[in-house]
């Protein structure tokens, strides 16, 4: 069993070893790609990806820096992790590389792969984190204040006048009952009519 033995001998010495992922991260650094076998590829991601997130750190971090320049030998392309790759993978939580499996190799029969840099830019679905969805939820709140402000607004003069049109109309009706009744009560009377029958003269 190989409980607690981290990582894949290579069939080197610890020295030859560390010496070979060494180049290979400062090379895939460098032109953004290269094709290895399967077993080196998976060693250098984990070490290329520890060097991208030194990087993201910034420039100005000297600690940072020089824990790059333990790994990689090259103080320009340390200059290029710090200045391009890392503002590039800011945004981006990890799974800054891919294994790209290719055919194998002539010869031997080992199994070859493309170890190459992701250049897609980060989507919402990719991020899947609490900082994405905080910013997305403060983009909606702004844009649903701007909407609120955008409306019209009346003012208390409008208000106002609104309300005496309205009771305008209110008291309209009534004005018109009183009318009926004072000119019912100016009509003359209508004259009794007698009970008793005229007597006929004989």
């Given at each position: 069993?190989?409980?607690?033995?981290?990582?894949?001998?290579?069939?080197?010495?610890?020295?030859?070893?560390?010496?070979?992922?060494?180049?290979?991260?400062?090379?895939?650094?460098?032109?953004?790609?290269?094709?290895?076998?399967?077993?080196?590829?998976?060693?250098?991601?984990?070490?290329?990806?520890?060097?991208?997130?030194?990087?993201?750190?910034?420039?100005?971090?000297?600690?940072?820096?020089?824990?790059?320049?333990?790994?990689?030998?090259?103080?320009?392309?340390?200059?290029?992790?710090?200045?391009?790759?890392?503002?590039?993978?800011?945004?981006?939580?990890?799974?800054?590389?891919?294994?790209?499996?290719?055919?194998?190799?002539?010869?031997?029969?080992?199994?070859?792969?493309?170890?190459?840099?992701?250049?897609?830019?980060?989507?919402?679905?990719?991020?899947k984190h609490k900082r994405a969805m905080l910013e997305e939820e403060a983009k909606l709140r702004t844009e649903s204040e701007r909407k609120v402000e955008e409306e019209?607004?009346?003012?208390?003069?409008?208000?106002?006048?609104v309300e005496g049109e309205a009771t305008d109309v209110d008291e309209a009706p009534a004005a018109d009952d009183t009318t009926d009744e004072a000119k019912a009560d100016?009509?003359?009377?209508?004259?009794?009519?007698?009970?008793?029958?005229?007597?006929?003269?004989?």
């Amino acid at each position: 069993m190989r409980h607690r033995h981290k990582g894949r001998k290579l069939n080197r010495t610890w020295s030859h070893r560390k010496a070979m992922l060494r180049n290979m991260v400062t090379t895939l650094l460098d032109l953004e790609q290269i094709e290895t076998t399967d077993a080196k590829a998976k060693e250098a991601r984990s070490l290329a990806e520890k060097m991208i997130t030194l990087g993201k750190r910034g420039g100005d971090d000297l600690s940072a820096r020089r824990q790059a320049l333990r790994v990689i030998r090259s103080k320009r392309v340390v200059a290029k992790l710090f200045d391009e790759l890392g503002p590039r993978y800011a945004d981006r939580p990890g799974g800054y590389t891919r294994i790209v499996k290719v055919e194998n190799r002539r010869g031997d029969g080992a199994h070859l792969s493309i170890l190459a840099m992701v250049k897609e830019p980060v989507t919402f679905k990719d991020m899947k984190h609490k900082r994405a969805m905080l910013e997305e939820e403060a983009k909606l709140r702004t844009e649903s204040e701007r909407k609120v402000e955008e409306e019209p607004v009346e003012t208390p003069e409008e208000v106002e006048a609104v309300e005496g049109e309205a009771t305008d109309v209110d008291e309209a009706p009534a004005a018109d009952d009183t009318t009926d009744e004072a000119k019912a009560d100016t009509a003359e009377p209508e004259a009794p009519a007698d009970d008793e029958p005229e007597k006929k003269e004989d």
